[in-house]
């Protein structure tokens, strides 16, 4: 059965990115690919608002999260957690070996500007992770702050995470003083799972040059030089860079900033109609996403059942949501191609199932 993905990863990928994919293949050292990758470098800077390279690897996010704790981290990481994937990045840190701090807030919370200055100052740390937007409880904290506070400290290195937020809002990487930033393809950018970028400021580069053990998948310094011919280290995807090149293309007709607002606008739709509805955010909305909405489940409705009628009767689904929030939340993606249109259909396709589906 075909239906449509309102989950916040993967989303739906439209046919015209699909045709995309499907363009012959080329050698990953030709001169078609070196064209293909150097073409793409101008927009995907843009984007990122860097001067920066901008790697591509082949890989989900998570490759690129682990890989920049073994590229930067010497004397130790705080990992700032508010929800199930920032709480994650504190387990990864361990298991690489890294002596990492654990700046913990309740789930729903934002990251603290001033308790991470507080944790910096112990100079136990010489890098930071961050996730921008916690996708696990639809919360945005407030970067300009947090880098604000990171560029105290000059010789940390900040990683930060914008798998979920990055085309949705404006995020100026260099105006920041972001050293690693990194997205996803399968989210915002409504491209198929597999493909992971990031960029990477000279600082960052500097520092994994001293770092032993970095592995080679993921070696800033592999990226770096192959980059500088035009090439990735590995064998990449292709068919997910050529999709990609299609999806740069779409967001420059519409323009970034028509695209922004778009998101807020269909953001709007799904709290207005959580408002008429009696629910509420799980985040304050002042810290609430633009991508998509975690909705604390007030009504106590069965959202296995809403889920299960919303496939069967309307071909969409939502996320039930995640972790320990499951049941107890549920989440509405409107990020990616989605527009006015698609969401108020998926918005009266719920309405008309609210009223049938029973309590949990």
């Known amino acids: 059965m ?5 989950i916040p990863g993967p989303i739906e990928v439209s046919p015209a990115i699909f045709a995309a994919m499907s363009k012959p293949m080329v050698g990953h050292r030709s001169k078609d690919f070196v064209a293909l990758y150097q073409g793409l470098q101008p927009d995907l800077q843009a984007l990122f608002y860097t001067r920066d390279p901008v790697y591509i690897s082949t890989s989900s996010s998570w490759g690129v999260m682990e890989g920049s704790l073994r590229n930067v981290v010497a004397k130790g990481v705080l990992n700032c957690m508010n929800g199930a994937f920032s709480d994650k990045w504190n387990d990864v840190s361990k298991r690489c070996g890294k002596e990492a701090g654990a700046l913990q ?3 729903g919370q934002p990251v603290d500007p ?9 100079g136990k740390y010489d890098a930071i992770t961050l996730i921008h937007n916690e996708t696990s409880t639809g919360t945005m904290s407030d970067l300009a702050a947090l880098m604000a506070v990171v560029r105290e400290f000059p010789d940390v290195v900040s990683i930060v995470d914008c798998v979920s937020s990055f085309s949705v809002v404006p995020i100026k990487k260099d105006e920041l003083g972001i050293d690693v930033l990194l997205t996803g393809s399968q989210k915002a950018l409504a491209l198929p799972p597999g493909l992971s970028l990031f960029a990477v400021s000279e600082k960052a580069r500097q520092r994994a040059a001293k770092i032993p053990a970095r592995g080679y ?4 310094l592999e ?20 999709g990609l090149r299609a999806k740069v293309d779409e967001i420059k007709k519409e323009g970034a900033e028509n695209r922004y607002a778009r998101h807020a606008k269909t953001n709007a739709l799904v709290h207005a109609w959580m408002t008429k509805h009696g629910f509420k955010l799980l985040p304050d909305p002042a810290y609430a996403s633009k991508s998509l909405s975690c909705i604390a489940n007030t009504r106590n409705v069965d959202l296995e059942a809403l889920n299960k009628a919303l496939k069967a009767r309307f071909a969409c689904v939502i996320d039930g949501g995640y972790g320990k929030l499951k049941g107890k939340t ?17 918005l009266g396709n719920l309405d008309i199932l609210l009223s049938e589906v029973p309590k949990s």
């Open 223 to 242: 990226f770096h030089a192959n980059h500088e011919k035009g090439m990735t280290p590995s064998t990449p995807c292709i068919s997910l860079i050529n």
């Open 105 to 107: 807030f309740e789930w």
């Open 114 to 122: 001033a308790a991470v200055r507080k944790e910096l100052a112990t």
């Open 217 to 220: 998948y993921f070696d800033f």
């Open 2 to 6: 075909s239906y449509k993905l309102f």
């Open 330 to 346: 549920f989440r509405i993606s409107n990020m990616g191609d989605e527009t006015e249109a698609t969401i108020a259909q998926l």
